[in-house]
């Protein structure tokens, strides 16, 4: 698992490397009968599969590593297996709870407490040991669950869609989640993201899969382990191109980096949202960047086979779409280049795709600007609220500016409901800039009324190229007493669902929309865009450039507090104003082109 910088640490980078997963995830293709209605208990019968009894993996001789998705899955019958994950605070400790669902009664069973330290998943859920064609052990370790992780069904009377969510979430600032899978369904239990590549030489090897005895007692469980043989082969490149054939699978790529489960309710940050601006970085320099290190050739995106949803088919007729990537830190970029990730697919903003995994329609918006007189009617209204800062580092100013020092962190303004934010930007002929309002709705989902908030405004520049609604939130450095030092550039943005930072929350939407950049926040020739934010997600930018993270040159050493603020004019019609600032805590030091950052916990949150 992908480890969190400790308290204290400090922590300095010194050239941003945007480096953006896209999950890779085979559908189980197996079939098993229909259990007979009368006898099915309200308790889910869970149970472990193997896909198929033998496995090909690859390991590239530039990028050494081996990624263990064997192809084992946890099925649910009798009932979906369910769990709710909350914490009050970040002052109190993550808790899990198993939902169980009988017609139309639910109880609830308490997980034991402490065992679900976060939202990425039941750890230590599955024990991988692997022995070498002599019969010796090589490998043993265990990994992480997500129950939400790439799935599919396993019987055709099964539902034809899960209710569950697209992945776990890794926002360390994360409130509530929901895992589950769905009845007739099965998950991969595969750590994906979190597990790190182990080295295996090329040859053959037999891997034995289990749930530990902890699961097992807790969820009755079979102990019935899986055996999967296992072929390691070893490619290059450079064979590859020669040949002028396409791999038959997703090759890794060393510039994207490995960050959660089955892509997390969404991408990598917009890093600079990966910020927008880092999606355009990771869509130009990921190939590039790392074999240029190596003094090779930059990579062409690698074909991918049809099943692995890795390529803009998105696994088209073999199963549910594979979800976009979690928010990743721009403190963990740098690490994240060091280790391998199994997708072919390529990051960036593009039609249909900003994320290599995902591809998800924007919303509509009306053909035309909103008539009659503007009210802001009495129904459910949004609720924006801010995150804590986090992926907090010391960058410098590149060959952009020179000399100078900046404090660079992703920040996050997610929406509590209970209503959606539905913002349209519209388009007078020849205008540079769209008149934007937010609409309303009652409980059946009828518009009922309209206000009109501010602009949007077309950015041209590479990594960027869409429409952003101005004046959404506010980025300010704040002294020891907590008055404004320094101010963040960037305050317009495209709006979109990149983070579940709360699934329990009234409403939530668990399959939002409008979470690909390219198709939700317009194009130059749009005459009209349509912004959303839906219940329980987030949006998440990092502010890694120079004019996006603050100029700390010519502050001097101390304290300071990193303000998110949602909202910063009160332009938007919200039910509560009083939680849209978050404040997080950081310590300057060092000298000038050398400086440091020391990022203390947030209560019980040590994450950078």
């Known amino acids: 698992m992908m480890t969190r910088p400790q308290q204290g640490r400090t922590h300095r980078l010194t ?93 609830t069973k308490a997980l034991p407490a402490g065992l679900v330290k976060d939202f990425s998943g039941l750890p230590g859920f599955a024990q991988v040991s692997v022995t070498d064609a002599a019969g010796k052990t090589v490998l043993k370790q265990t990994e992480a669950f997500c129950p939400n992780n790439a799935s599919g069904r396993i019987r055709p009377d099964a539902p034809a869609q899960s209710k569950y969510p697209q992945s776990c979430p890794v926002n360390p600032f994360t409130l509530g989640s929901v895992w589950g899978v769905e009845n007739g369904w099965a998950s991969n239990t595969y750590a994906g993201y979190y597990a790190k590549p182990v080295q295996l030489a090329a040859g053959t090897y037999t891997a034995k899969i289990s749930v530990t005895k902890k699961y097992r007692d807790l969820f009755g469980i079979a102990n019935k382990p899986q055996t999967v043989k296992v072929t390691v082969r070893e490619r290059s490149w450079e064979e590859e191109e020669g040949s002028g054939s396409a791999p038959r699978s997703a090759a890794p790529q060393s510039a994207k980096s490995a960050a959660g489960t089955q892509g997390h309710a969404g991408h990598a940050g917009h890093a600079g949202h990966g910020g927008h601006e880092g999606h355009q970085q990771a869509a130009d320099a990921p190939a590039a960047s790392a074999h240029a290190a190596h003094g090779a050739p930059a990579r062409p995106e690698a074909p991918a086979g049809r099943t692995t949803g890795a390529t803009p088919t998105f696994n088209v007729g073999h ?104 913002v349209d930007g519209f388009r007078s002929p020849g205008k540079e800039l769209m008149d934007a309002y937010q609409y309303f709705y009652d409980a059946k989902g009828k518009q009922v009324g309209y206000t009109p908030t501010g602009t949007m405004e077309w950015d041209p520049r590479p990594g960027h190229e869409h ?87 010519g502050l001097p050493n101390g304290t300071y507090y990193i303000q998110v603020l949602a909202n910063p004019e009160n332009r938007l019609k919200e039910t509560n104003h009083k939680n849209n600032s978050a404040l997080r805590k950081v310590v300057l030091g060092g000298k000038k082109g050398a400086r440091t950052v020391t990022v203390p916990a947030h209560e019980l949150v040590n994450a950078n």
Request: glycine share 8%; charged share 25%.
């Open 467 to 553: 429409w952003h609604f101005t004046d959404f939130a506010s980025y300010r450095l704040l002294k020891a007493d907590k008055k404004e030092s320094v101010r963040s550039g960037k305050e317009a943005f495209c709006l979109a669902n990149t983070d579940a930072v709360d699934y329990t929350v009234k409403n939530a939407n668990w399959h939002p929309g409008n979470t690909d950049l390219s198709t939700a926040c317009g194009q130059e020739n749009s005459i009209s865009v349509r912004e959303v934010l839906d219940v329980g997600s987030g949006d998440t930018y990092t502010q890694d450039l120079p004019g996006q993270s603050f100029d700390i040159t």
């Open 15 to 107: 050239r941003p490397s945007i480096a953006i997963a896209a999950a890779v995830a085979v559908t189980a293709g197996v079939v098993a009968a229909a259990p007979d209605a009368k006898t099915a208990e309200p308790t889910p019968k869970l149970s472990l599969i193997a896909a198929s009894t033998s496995v090909t993996l690859d390991s590239w001789k530039d990028d050494p590593g081996v990624y263990l998705d064997l192809g084992t899955y946890l099925t649910s019958e009798n009932g979906a297996f369910e769990l709710k994950v909350t914490r009050k605070s970040y002052k109190d400790p993550v808790v899990a709870t198993q939902v169980l669902r009988n017609g139309k009664k639910t109880t």
């Open 319 to 422: 199963g549910p779409y594979p979800p976009a990537p979690p928010a990743l830190p721009w403190a963990l970029k740098k690490e994240s280049l060091q280790r391998q990730a199994f997708s072919a697919a390529k990051v960036g903003d593009r039609p249909g795709q900003t994320d290599g995994s995902r591809q998800a329609p924007g919303a509509k918006a009306n053909a035309k600007r909103p008539t009659g007189k503007a009210t802001v009617p009495d129904v459910p209204k949004p609720d924006l609220r801010s995150l804590p800062a986090y992926g907090i580092t010391v960058s410098d100013g590149y060959e952009d500016v020179p000399g100078k020092d900046y404090l660079a962190f992703s920040a996050n303004v997610w929406n509590a409901g209970p209503a959606k934010l539905v």
